[in-house]
């Protein structure tokens, strides 16, 4: 299988973007476009369910691109990023090795340290040639690690290599490409920052968020995607723990759909709100008044622009 090859243009990247569902503005389409003809990486931070991670997908998706997804975590260390060796397997061998009376330890050694041996792991696969083309190595939060896996990622996203002591340098032959997303729990240290296109990604406008709705949620009523959107727009301006994301909007969309609503009520609402909001104290913020503030505000809003 052969991937397809990276945009010509800006306009052709928000093509490639609008073809996989994806609704981006112009700002991420360019910043896009470059990290894909620089071959850079592209550092993407923003609140958690804006549609970082989605990017990454989209991409791979759009591309014929193997994704390749290192989710971050704290304590993560070579083992689970790079590649281990198979202990059991080489116990194995060599016992075998013991019994047939193989007496040469160092052809025993280089036998149990060759690549059939070797587990691959996200960082080591992504360097790796591909029949459809360079892969999609998405690092997933990487505010979920810590400064010393952050400075051991700094000669992969310089040289595009990865050190195996039993075997050398493994260099890329073509770059991956390279998507990093970060929640904002933590900064990021400056010298991996500067080593890729930097793009915020914020919460879309109503226009472009009412667009994703449609074409992720395809059976919602068009009243009720107006007033969906209107609504979570609202109560991102309010003072709450954790705003609500493009996920949480499609999560309660879809949830709405399900219950075949057709319009908002302030029951219906406060019933659903466990689909939109995730902590308590932002739910217990919405009581049934202040719900019904909203949704009055939203309907009149709605109302004034037909």
């Known amino acids: 299988m052969t991937g397809k090859s990276v945009p010509a243009s800006i306009d052709d990247t928000l093509n490639l973007l609008t073809g996989a569902n994806y609704i981006a503005d112009r700002s991420l389409a360019t910043v896009l476009f470059l990290a894909l003809r620089m071959s850079r990486p592209l550092f993407l931070e923003g609140e958690a369910g804006v549609g970082k991670?989605?990017?990454?997908?989209?991409?791979?998706?759009a591309l014929g691109r193997r994704l390749i997804r290192l989710q971050c975590y704290e304590g993560l260390d070579v083992a689970a990023t790079v590649y281990e060796w198979?202990?059991?397997?080489?116990?194995?061998?060599?016992?075998?090795?013991?019994?047939?009376?193989?007496g040469d330890?160092?052809?025993?050694?280089?036998?149990?340290?060759?690549?059939?041996?070797?587990?691959?792991?996200?960082?080591?696969?992504?360097?790796?040639?591909?029949?459809?083309?360079?892969?999609?190595?998405?690092?997933?939060?990487?505010?979920?690690?810590?400064?010393?896996?952050?400075?051991?990622?700094?000669?992969?996203?310089?040289?595009?290599?990865?050190?195996?002591?039993?075997?050398?340098?493994?260099?890329?032959e073509h770059p991956p490409i390279v998507v990093v997303t970060s929640n904002r729990t933590r900064e990021v240290h400056d010298a991996l920052k500067r080593r890729c296109l930097y793009h915020w990604v914020g919460y879309p406008s109503a226009e472009r968020e009412l667009k994703i709705l449609r074409a992720k949620v395809p059976g919602i009523g068009k009243k009720l995607s107006e007033q969906v959107?209107?609504?979570?727009?609202?109560l991102r301006?309010?003072?709450?723990?954790?705003?609500?994301?493009?996920?949480?909007?499609?999560?309660?969309?879809?949830?709405l759909t399900e219950l075949d609503v057709v319009a908002l009520d302030?029951?219906?609402?406060?019933?659903?709100?466990?689909?939109?909001?995730?902590?308590?104290?932002?739910?217990?913020?919405?009581?049934?008044?202040?719900v019904k503030a909203l949704l009055d505000e939203v309907k009149s809003e709605l109302r004034a622009a037909e």
């Open 266 to 290: 302030p029951a219906t609402v406060s019933d659903t709100l466990g689909a939109l909001l995730k902590y308590q104290d932002d739910i217990a913020r919405l009581d049934g008044t202040k």
């Open 237 to 255: 301006k309010e003072d709450l723990f954790k705003s609500p994301g493009v996920a949480e909007t499609l999560d309660w969309a879809g949830a």
């Open 53 to 61: 991670t989605e990017i990454a997908k989209v991409l791979a998706q």
């Open 105 to 172: 330890r160092e052809r025993i050694e280089h036998d149990v340290f060759s690549e059939r041996f070797l587990i691959k792991r996200p960082l080591l696969q992504a360097l790796e040639p591909d029949p459809a083309g360079p892969p999609v190595l998405l690092i997933d939060e990487i505010d979920r690690t810590d400064e010393a896996f952050e400075a051991f990622l700094l000669e992969v996203l310089a040289d595009f290599q990865v050190t195996v002591p039993e075997l050398g340098t493994v260099k890329a």
């Open 86 to 102: 198979n202990y059991g397997a080489q116990m194995i061998t060599i016992r075998l090795a013991e019994a047939e009376g193989e």
């Open 229 to 234: 959107v209107s609504f979570v727009q609202a």
